[in-house]
Nanobody, 125 residues
Framework: QVQLVESGGGLVQAGGSLRLSCAAS????????MGWFRQAPGKEREFVAA????????YYAESVKGRFTISRDNAKDAVHLQLNSLKPEDTAVYYC??????????????????WGQGTQVTVSS
């Protein structure tokens, strides 16, 4: 059973930056692709970014491409999401997720088996 714990959320002004982290435990980290999703009030959960362990391939939602960067530290069983040039519409609870490394499409929530509890990101205008 994999446990995921997010940290790093907070309140920031538009244009600012945050770095989210997700610490994984209870599993073999190299078996898992890692993803970040977010859910704003009244909206459905949406894909933000994902990264595979093998080769480190990364994937981004169009809305965050060029502003957010996903990375993973396999030695520390952690994945990070650097959020730059934040906008008020980035306000949401951000969730870390882990799923099978070789899932065909890791841009969708159903590809993931394990989820963290979420961390709030609030961007003021």
């Amino acid at each position: 059973q994999v446990q995921l714990v997010e940290s790093g959320g907070g309140l920031v002004q538009a244009g600012g930056s945050l770095r989210l982290s997700c610490a994984a435990s209870g599993g073999t980290f190299s078996w898992y692709a890692m993803g970040w999703f977010r859910q704003a009030p009244g909206k459905e959960r949406e894909f933000v970014a994902a990264i595979r362990w093998s080769g480190g391939s990364t994937y981004y939602a169009e809305s965050v491409k060029g502003r957010f960067t996903i990375s993973r530290d396999n030695a520390k069983d952690a994945v990070h999401l650097q959020l730059n040039s934040l906008k008020p519409e980035d306000t949401a609870v951000y969730y870390c997720a882990a799923g099978p490394e070789f899932a065909r499409n890791i841009r969708v929530g159903v590809a993931y088996d394990y989820w963290g509890q979420g961390t709030q990101v609030t961007v003021s205008s």
